[in-house]
Structure formats: C-alpha cells, structure tokens
C-alpha cells in the first residue's frame, strides 16, 4: 500500500503532500523534513529506494524517490509494493503532469494544486493504484476541465445577466 506522495524542491519546500493513513500534522511535517534530509543527501548515481526509519514506520516502509531537475517526487509505500513498479508509477504520474502542463514546472505545481491533486487522484485513490494508462488519466483531466471550462462560462454569463437584469430593472 502508498502510505504518502510528496513533492518537494531542491530547498525542501513541499510542493504537494498527500497522505493515505491518519497521521498528525506535527508528524506529518517531522516525516517531510526527514525525507528531504535523507533523499537531498543522496547523490544521483545512488539507488532510488531507501528503507524507512522509526519514524516511518520501521524496516517495512521504503521511501522510493525520483529526482527530476528541481522537483523531488517520493512515495512512502510499505513491504507489499514493487519498488520497481512503484518506480515507473512516478513516471506515470510525472508524465501525466507533463501532459496536462505542458513542460511541467514547479509554478505549475504552486498555482495549480487543485489539478496536481487531481491527476494524483486519478492515479492513487486510498494508497492503491487505480489507473497507469496516461491517455486515460489525461482524458479524464480534460474531461474535468471542460466541464469546469463549462460551469464556469455559464455561472458568469448567468451573472452577466443577473446583472443586466438589474440595470434594466433600475431605469425603468
């Protein structure tokens, strides 16, 4: 099972966390801390699984991370997952952002956590996989937007006419 996803820059600043258990905040944030300093520390020739410590949860937690230019994205899984299989679903989920972005950068990540939350959600649903196909992910992402894209038009041309309305009513 995925205990948590985190993202995090090269300065340790958490850019999405998301975890599938109950975990206290003060714990939460002590676990983000003891990641970065244990994944920034590690050079990029080293191996991309890590075994958890006390703190996560003792030797049947592993840390599997993958560094992409300034952005961090590490999963906390425990002993039942494939470290190689949960490898290729951070490519997964970082080529889905990318094709939802555009070139992702970590301003998207900022400015559009709803959508990052999202795309994970698509992917990750209660610490298991739901989905790997990325036309599938992307698809439903476009679907949701195009229903956002379409509330949305037709919440500000209802208050367009709301307010129309309005003015009309006054100069009669």
Do not use: W
């Not at 820059?9 to 958490?14: A, C, D, L, R, S």
């Not at 094709?99 to 990052?116: P, S, W």
């Not at 989905?131 to 195009?146: D, K, Q, S």
Request: proline content about 1%.
């Amino acid at each position: 099972m995925i205990k948590s996803v985190l993202i995090f820059n090269n300065h340790g600043k958490p850019r999405l966390i998301k975890f599938y258990q109950q975990i206290d905040i003060a714990t939460q944030q002590a676990l983000v801390q003891e990641i970065f300093s244990l994944v920034s520390k590690r050079p990029d020739t080293a191996c991309n699984f890590l075994e958890g410590s006390k703190l996560l949860g003792g030797k049947d937690t592993r840390v599997i991370y993958r560094h992409y230019a300034t952005l961090y994205f590490v999963f906390v899984v425990d002993e039942s997952e494939s470290e190689l299989g949960i490898l290729d679903l951070i490519q997964v989920f970082v080529e889905s952002l990318d094709r939802c972005f555009e070139n992702v950068c970590e301003l998207d990540l900022i400015f559009h956590f709803d959508e990052v939350h999202a795309i994970l959600s698509e992917i990750i649903q209660g610490g298991l996989v739901l989905e790997t196909n990325m036309t599938e992910i992307v698809g439903a992402i476009n679907e949701m937007n195009r229903a956002k894209k379409k509330t949305g038009v037709s919440a500000s041309s209802l208050s367009l006419r709301a307010t129309e309305s309005l003015k009309n009513g006054f100069r009669s």
